[in-house]
C-alpha cells in the first residue's frame, strides 16, 4: 500500500511541472496522511489543481485506525470491481507527489521508515480514482485512492506494494477520457528501479502531526520507538 507522501516543491514548481493552475494558496507538505485535503489533477479539469480529500473525509474518518479507511486501489483489479470501476471508467486523476514512505517490517513488532524519491529529487505523479458525494450536511465532498502495482527492485526490499507512478506521457494518457481500456491497463507496469532510489529516515513520519522538513531527512536506520537498528 501507499499510505504517506510528501509534496515539498513550491506552487511554481508545482504548476510548471504540471502546467496547470492552482487557485488557492498552497503549502509545501512533507508527510502526507490519509483524510488530509491536497491536490490532485482530474480527467474532468486537467488543468487545474482541485482540492480533494485522500481516502476519507475526517468526518468519516474519526476514532478509525488507517488500516480501515480505503486509500489505495490494486491497479489489477481496479477495472473489475463493483466499488470502482466506474471511477477507473469515469473519474481518473493524477497524485503530484516528489516522494512517498514505506515501513519495512523485522520481526513482529520494528518497524523502520524509508522514503523512496525519483533519483534527481523530480516532481513525478501517481496514478488515482476519485469519487464524488454529498455528505450529511448537504454538502458535495470529493475523495481519491492511490492506485498499487507490484513493487520494482528498489520497494521489493521494504513493501510488497508501491504506487502506480506515471510519466508525463503516461499522464496525458491516464487523464484522457478517450484512451482505451488496454492502454490505460499498460501503465500499472511499475516504475523502472533506475528510475527510483530509497533511504531511511527518521521515526518522526510516523506521526501525522509531523510535517516539517526534518520528516524527509535521510538517517541512520531507526525504529518506530527511536533506537537505531544495524538492520535496515
Known sequence: M??????SKSKIEL??????EMLSDFHPRYNIAPTQLVPVITSASPNGFSYF??????EFGKNKPVALKLIN??????DQKVSFKSSFQKRRCIIPADGFYEWKKLGKKTKIPYRFTMREGELFSMAGIWEEYESVNGETQHT???????PNEVVSDVHDRMPVILNKEGEKKW??????VEDLKSLFEPISSDF?????????VNSVQNDTPAVMRKTSPMDQHGNYTLFG
Open 196 to 204: 527510483l532510489l530509497s533511504y531511511t529516515v527518521s521515526p518522526l
Open 2 to 7: 501507499c499510505g504517506r507522501y510528501s509534496l
Open 53 to 58: 480529500y485522500w481516502g476519507i473525509t475526517p
Open 144 to 150: 481519491f485512492l492511490i492506485l498499487t502495482t507490484t
Open 15 to 20: 504548476e510548471e511541472r504540471f502546467q496547470a
Open 175 to 180: 487523464l484522457d477520457s478517450y484512451s482505451k
Open 73 to 78: 486501489a490494486k491497479s489489477e483489479t481496479v
